[in-house]
């Protein structure tokens, strides 16, 4: 077949993900004379923060959605006049699954629609990840009925989906994300009949120079608490759920009040009836795509220096991949990102003037975002509710009991070795909700595993290995893609991941 990339000079950029950070940096980098395609996995820009209904449910108001409505909008209408002009091609409903190393740059390896099935190549000489993060699970008796989900699960029901996850929720855990998923489910007509928050307020006041170093941020949760107080939405502080009851699905919850040190205390628990339990403990970066460039990781996030470059050269990172800091650090990552990518593509050293507001944004989310992580940390003694008969991963149906032999008894003390020993961690979702839980229960620190994939792929993907030729793939119609693609999306044999 033709190589289309032969007709057509392939985009300089490719970013990966649309969500805050992904659009500012194609918007940057296009500006400034870059060719970006903007690889995606939702059938809509916008990430998790600016998710928006299915068009074929017809929402009238999806404003009503979103507290950030006109910031979606200048981003929407940038990305189209990009579109219109030629510099940026969106591919969405690409679930990427590898980035592998070439002589004269990447190549970005993605299974195409829904189902996933169809694999497709996109060349470009150099990444920026723009990859987001995913929900923090801690494990407690009960969570695994039906009705108890992610906080930011529900909120995806809400804004993608115009479901409700339940007539009567709780909503629980810790972190600022509760505040707008209370709310947001009390106004679309969900009876919230608690929002159980852990964290202790002193924590608050030992860090209020911090944040009262950004108003408008404390302006937003006052906006929030205001709107949950119209809605009679009973608020418990320093509390945290200790269980969740039913028979075939979600029936109730009991919550308990948290001592000084994060323990329970038993003589304060309570029973609050509901059939929806939205429960979140923060956010972790996905970094899957980076550890397989082999980029630095610290901690649990990548590494970037000032202009956000990885250490792999043609590799940059923005949002929360580097650190889980909201979408307004995500936005200005972001810019700096593809104001860097634009200049040093082009064969020129950046003008950090050019992006000197973002950097000073960037220098005070960072530290407001600091001071919230420190504020809202888990109670400290979180593990010990777990029974010993809750399962802590699902996939592989390992209890934490099981975990906690293969320290007290066998002697691990680490995340592997408790995985060789109980398969916690080798299933479906290779660790990334069963992470938190093992650390706590062992006691160790939770360090980002390295994995040879991003998510799943079909074994036909990855035994294919029929020569050289390689089909044009028409991209799938659509207002932002065209009939024919821009030149590097190809699909055909896909390149395992250690190719490069």
């Known amino acids: 077949m033709t190589d289309p ?8 950029l490719a970013v990966i993900g649309a969500g805050p950070a992904g659009l500012a940096a194609t918007l940057e980098a296009a500006r400034h004379g870059l060719r970006v395609i903007l690889v995606d996995a939702a059938p809509e820009a916008g990430g998790q923060f600016y998710r928006q209904p299915a068009a074929g449910l017809g929402a009238r108001r999806p404003q009503a959605l979103h507290h950030r409505w006109r910031d979606w909008q200048r981003l929407r209408a940038g990305l189209d006049q990009q579109i219109a002009a030629g510099r940026v091609t ?17 190549t970005v390896h993605a299974l195409l629609g829904p189902a996933q099935e ?9 990444v920026l990840l723009a990859t987001g993060g995913y929900e923090k699970v801690l494990p407690f008796p009960g969570w695994t009925l039906p009705g108890v989900l992610t906080a930011g699960g529900a909120q995806a029901m809400l804004k993608g989906g115009l479901l409700l996850p339940g007539r009567t929720a709780v909503v629980a855990g810790t972190g600022p994300l509760l505040l707008p998923v209370a709310t947001g489910l009390a106004a679309a007509g969900a009876r919230v009949a608690a929002l159980v928050e852990s964290a202790d307020p002193r924590a608050f006041l030992r860090r209020s120079p911090t944040l009262a170093a950004r108003p408008a941020k404390l302006a937003e949760g006052a906006h929030h608490t205001a709107r949950l107080l119209r809605h009679g939405v009973r608020t418990l502080v320093h509390h945290t759920v200790v269980e969740a009851h039913g028979e075939q699905r979600l029936e109730a919850v009991t919550v308990a009040a948290l001592d000084a040190t994060g323990r329970v205390r038993p003589d304060t628990r309570r029973r609050i009836g509901c059939d929806a339990l939205a429960v979140g403990h923060g956010m972790l970066p996905h970094t899957d795509l980076a550890q397989g460039l082999d980029c630095r990781i610290d901690g649990i996030a990548v590494h970037v220096d000032d202009e956000q470059r990885t250490d792999v050269p043609g590799v940059w990172a923005a949002g929360e991949a580097t650190g889980v800091g909201g979408a307004d650090l995500a936005l200005a990552e972001g810019h700096i990102a593809g104001r860097s990518a634009a200049a040093r593509l082009s064969g020129r050293e950046p003008d950090p003037r050019g992006w000197a507001a973002a950097a000073r944004a960037r220098t005070g989310l960072r530290r407001f975002a600091a001071a919230l992580e420190d504020a809202y940390a888990p109670p400290a003694h979180w593990a010990e509710q777990i029974t010993d008969d809750t399962v802590v991963c699902r996939c592989e149906e390992v209890t934490g009991g099981a975990v906690r032999r293969a320290v007290g008894e066998l002697g691990a003390g680490d995340m592997r070795t ?57 991209a799938a119609p659509g207002p932002d893609r065209p009939d024919q693609p821009d030149g590097p999306h190809r699909a055909g044999r896909p390149h395992h991941p250690e190719e490069s």
């Open 90 to 106: 969106h591919l969405r409903d690409h679930h990427v699954w590898c980035v592998t190393r070439r002589r004269s740059g990447f």
């Open 118 to 126: 169809r694999p497709v190549e996109v060349r470009a000489e150099a």
């Open 418 to 474: 408790v995985k060789l020993l109980t398969r916690a961690g080798m299933g479906w979702c290779q660790g990334r909700m069963c992470g938190p839980a093992v650390a706590g229960l062992a006691d160790c620190p939770q360090t980002a595993t390295p994995r040879p994939f991003a998510r799943p792929v079909p074994l036909g993907v990855l035994a294919r290995a029929g020569g050289t030729d390689e089909e044009q793939h028409p």
């Open 5 to 12: 990339t032969r007709r057509d000079p392939a985009p300089r």
